[in-house]
């Protein structure tokens, strides 16, 4: 039998009722761990523990708003409470926001994307750090964006949020490699199966005045496999990054794009 990669690891993972998050916590409680999922819509997070559970694995939930400070403390104090502690930290919560140019961008709109994506990442990365640090051994993933080092319109408060979190990634990096603590960041391209990608899709061929066909048909083929990523490819990828297997990479940010960056 081929061990379990994650086996007797506690992960915490955000934004994890759908889409990429959900396929990382399927993944990864596949591979042995006890996957915390928190997101905002608890109905959501219900379904995808029951789907663990029923599949003989182990997790737990609770919803969160994780723009607000007191939110990501609860959540983290909440894994400490279920499985006593944190091991690996996946921040992938986020939204897009408004399809938007910057001089039409409402500033309550660019501070709530700020926040959810960069802000919650940083300050999960604060409550996690201390223990990792303690123990010598830990894990952080910053779930970013292609967006984040292409240049595409109408999208500048997501396309900062996710620039930042490799800025973020790097020092945290830096910071933590000789504790013991490694930090990565994955640039998906387009996982069309998601929700905000289906909701992208839809607002970007309305500003252009094409069908939502012709302007997705556009966009992959300006990639060089021709074709969206899968939510389960950013899983596998994700499970490499926070497994054994990648213990000489700290400080990267690993495109799953089929091929549009290459820095």
Known sequence: MVPMLLKNQVALITGSGRGIGRAIAHLFAKEGASAFLTA???KELG???KEIAENGGRAEYAMADLTQEAACTRVVAAVR??????D??????????????VEEYPLAEFDKVIAVHLRAAFLLSQLV???MYARSSGVILNISSLSAKAAYAWGSAYAAAK???LGLTRVTAAEGARKGVRVNAICPGPVTETYMSKELAADLAK???????????????SLLQGRAQTAEEIARAALFLCSGQSS?????SINVDGGVAFY
């Not at 690996?88 to 140019?101: D, F, K, T, W």
């Open 163 to 165: 620039a930042g979190l």
């Open 47 to 49: 379904a995808v523990a």
């Open 129 to 131: 750090l201390p223990e």
């Open 207 to 221: 500003r252009v005045g094409v069908s939502e066909q012709e302007q997705l048909a556009a966009f992959l083929n």
């Open 81 to 86: 409470e279920k499985f006593g502690r944190v």
């Open 40 to 42: 905002r819509t608890e």
């Open 88 to 101: 690996i930290l996946v921040n992938n919560a986020g939204h897009y926001g408004p399809v938007v140019p």
């Open 248 to 252: 000489a990479i700290t400080g990267q």
